[in-house]
């Protein structure tokens, strides 16, 4: 025991050094280890937030076809509705196929949203600092199904169309407004019976109120869309 003391006592400082070395290599080892997975996350951060980049831009410029077609719709399908008999000897012909035209597009939001399932299902939408941005983006799907669901709506009345409009107006007539390649039909018009049927004006008074229901969802998505990308461009630069 005494002899234990003795080289204690006479070796300690050496002791004392080995110690230190071996809790700053110890420590040194964990540090670097943080360092390297931090880096990683960083990495991978970076790519999902690029990702969702041109995700959430594809989005936009996606939302913005829609919503001028959309509104289109609206517009023409309004003026339609508001047309009365006394108005339809001085209206011209390509003004009530420009209309009919119009009233007829379907177009539909189709969300891009691969990068947002994969930062969902390997949890990297976590590496995300921003709270409000991470709840903005798991609520995104929910908010664009409303949407769809209104959509879907207004596609469905719309694809009752054909025997209302088509009694008096032949398709071709209108369709060749935009599509001149189809040609002038063999089968006469008849916008005044067509205005004037009690069939087209339910018709037309459901397209538009459908039309409006869908185009304030996609109103909503739009405005989410856009904050998502600000969010997003904040967080790079952080």
Do not use: C
Not at 11 to 37: H, M, Q, R, S
Request: no cysteine.
């Amino acid at each position: 025991m005494k002899k234990i003391l003795t080289t204690l006592k006479e070796k300690w400082p050496e002791y004392i050094l080995e110690i230190l070395v071996i809790t700053i290599g110890i420590l040194g080892a964990f540090a670097l280890n943080n360092w390297n997975e931090q880096k990683k996350e960083n990495v991978r951060k970076s790519l999902l937030l690029n990702a969702l980049v041109q995700e959430f831009e594809s989005n936009l410029s996606q939302l913005n076809e829609v919503i001028f077609y959309d509104e289109l719709v609206s517009t023409s399908s309004l003026r339609l509705l508001h047309l009365e008999e006394k108005e339809m000897d001085m209206i011209p012909e390509d003004t009530m196929r420009f209309l009919l035209q119009n009233s007829n597009y379907i177009w539909t939001f189709d969300s891009r949203s691969g990068a947002l399932r994969s930062g969902i299902s390997s949890g990297d939408i976590h590496l995300i600092q921003n709270d409000s941005l991470v709840n903005l983006l798991f609520s995104w799907q929910d908010i664009v199904s409303d949407a769809n669901e209104n959509e879907s709506w207004s596609l469905n009345h719309r694809m009752n169309k054909d025997f209302v409009i088509e009694k008096y107006v032949p398709k071709v007539t209108y369709r060749s407004f935009a599509n001149k390649e189809m040609g002038v039909s063999k089968h006469p018009a008849n916008y005044k019976k067509l205005i004037l049927a009690p069939e087209f004006e339910t018709y037309i008074t459901e397209r538009y109120s459908h039309m409006n229901d869908a185009l304030k969802e996609l109103y909503q998505v739009k405005e989410l869309n856009t904050l998502i990308l600000q969010l997003i461009e904040n967080e790079l630069k952080n």
